[in-house]
């Protein structure tokens, strides 16, 4: 049981380190919190209702930061129904996403 665990983070855990964020604003990554929301905001992006999700109506795209220490930890592509958006023909992310399928659907998350 105890090596099930260990195997599973050992290849799970790099896996989320890896998750790529929207170039557009990649390099927040690491920023601290306050400066970084001005930043959002200098780049069209809008706090939709808090909890760290952001909009972008420019490229359509929604994201969510993760804050750790008061830092900008990860930002994560999301669906846009996240950000309270309907999509248009869009995709639709399937109910068994796993991690590893994350870039066949890149607009989903888990």
């Known amino acids: 049981m ?33 400066g970084a929301e001005s930043e959002m905001q200098a780049r069209g992006y809008v706090d939709v209702g808090g909890n760290n999700t952001w909009w972008n109506a420019d490229k359509k795209q ?15 592509q999301i669906k846009a129904s996240s950000c309270g958006q309907k999509a248009k023909g869009a995709m639709k992310c399937p109910p068994d996403l796993s991690q590893a399928d994350l870039y066949k659907y890149p607009g989903c998350s888990l």
């Open 2 to 34: 105890r090596l099930t665990i260990a195997i599973s983070l050992v290849v799970l855990v790099p896996l989320a380190a890896f998750a790529k964020s929207p170039s557009d604003i990649a390099d927040l990554v690491g920023s601290r919190a306050a």
């Open 62 to 76: 929604c994201v969510k930061v993760r804050v750790s220490q008061g830092r900008y930890a990860s930002i994560s």
